[in-house]
């Protein structure tokens, strides 16, 4: 069966550090993978997807990228954290059509101080 | 374009009684919908998806969801709550005609408080 880990659950990091989320699925081949930011109180906004490795597709304009090394691998970086970075950050993934069902992590908090 | 839109940022039921969460669609064409249900500080779980099969469909926990076309709603509904249905709850519209492109569109989601 499939698994998506994510990793770490928690995270507290000083306005202007670096950040790097990593998520992994295991039981699947060439998965379209997501990254989604739900800010408190909201709903979820998709930051990038990515169709294979090295494709990266990316929704909102921010200081966020994303990178896919691996095939079942997915990344979130950014160089210098905002405040407005926090928030509950979800990795999810699909099979075949970008429309299809997704299938969530566990999500990782970002609290920036 | 495909929106939706869940009408009850908040709902809240005793234990016992039925529930019904609204989402009505807008979509050019016969889309996919989602409900999924996310517990505090966890990710979302899919409930159920409506694929232009059979218009009423069945989820896990007891949940389900009617496609009504001319209505375009797929309210979720479930006869009897229980506390460990407290959560927030989204509905999600895709359009399979689109290819190349994230074509997911999510609800702002509806909060269910159960009542003991």
Same mark, same amino acid.
């Given at each position: 069966s499939?698994t998506i880990?994510?990793?770490?659950?928690t995270?507290?990091?000083?306005?202007g550090s670096?950040l790097s989320l990593?998520?992994? @699925?295991?039981? +699947? *081949? =060439?998965p =379209?993978?997501?990254?989604?930011?739900?800010a408190?109180?909201?709903g979820?906004q998709?930051?990038f997807?990515s169709?294979?490795?090295? #494709?990266i597709s990316s929704?909102?304009p921010? =200081?966020?990228?994303?990178?896919?090394?691996?095939d079942? #691998?997915?990344?979130?970086?950014?160089? &210098?954290?905002?405040?407005?970075?926090?928030g509950?950050?979800?990795?999810?993934?699909s099979v075949?059509?970008?429309g299809? +069902?997704?299938y969530?992590?566990?999500g990782t908090r970002?609290?920036?101080? | 374009?495909?929106?939706v839109t869940?009408?009850?940022s908040?709902?809240?039921?005793?234990?016992? +009684?039925? @529930?019904?969460?609204?989402c =009505?669609y807008?979509?050019?064409y016969s889309?996919?919908?989602f409900w999924y249900?996310?517990?505090?500080n966890?990710?979302l779980?899919?409930?159920l &998806?409506?694929?232009s099969?059979?218009?009423?469909?069945k989820?896990i926990n007891?949940?389900?969801a009617e496609?009504k076309k001319?209505?375009?709603s797929?309210?979720?509904? &479930?006869p009897?709550?229980?506390? *460990?249905?407290?959560?927030e709850y989204?509905?999600? @519209?895709?359009d399979?005609?689109?290819t190349?492109?994230n074509n997911?569109f999510f609800?702002t989601? +509806?909060?269910?408080?159960v009542i003991?």
């Amino acid at each position: 069966s499939q698994t998506i880990h994510q990793w770490p659950a928690t995270l507290v990091q000083p306005v202007g550090s670096p950040l790097s989320l990593e998520c992994t @699925v295991e039981g +699947t *081949s =060439n998965p =379209n993978l997501y990254w989604y930011r739900q800010a408190a109180g909201r709903g979820l906004q998709l930051l990038f997807y990515s169709v294979g490795i090295g #494709q990266i597709s990316s929704e909102v304009p921010q =200081n966020l990228s994303a990178s896919r090394p691996q095939d079942r #691998q997915f990344i979130l970086s950014s160089k &210098k954290l905002l405040l407005s970075d926090s928030g509950f950050y979800l990795c999810a993934w699909s099979v075949g059509s970008l429309g299809d +069902t997704q299938y969530f992590g566990p999500g990782t908090r970002l609290t920036v101080l | 374009a495909q929106s939706v839109t869940q009408l009850d940022s908040h709902v809240s039921v005793s234990e016992g +009684t039925p @529930v019904l969460l609204r989402c =009505n669609y807008s979509s050019s064409y016969s889309p996919s919908l989602f409900w999924y249900v996310q517990h505090p500080n966890k990710g979302l779980q899919l409930l159920l &998806k409506y694929t232009s099969a059979a218009t009423l469909v069945k989820g896990i926990n007891g949940f389900e969801a009617e496609f009504k076309k001319s209505e375009t709603s797929f309210h979720l509904t &479930k006869p009897s709550a229980h506390m *460990s249905d407290a959560a927030e709850y989204f509905c999600v @519209v895709s359009d399979p005609r689109k290819t190349g492109a994230n074509n997911l569109f999510f609800g702002t989601g +509806t909060r269910l408080t159960v009542i003991p």
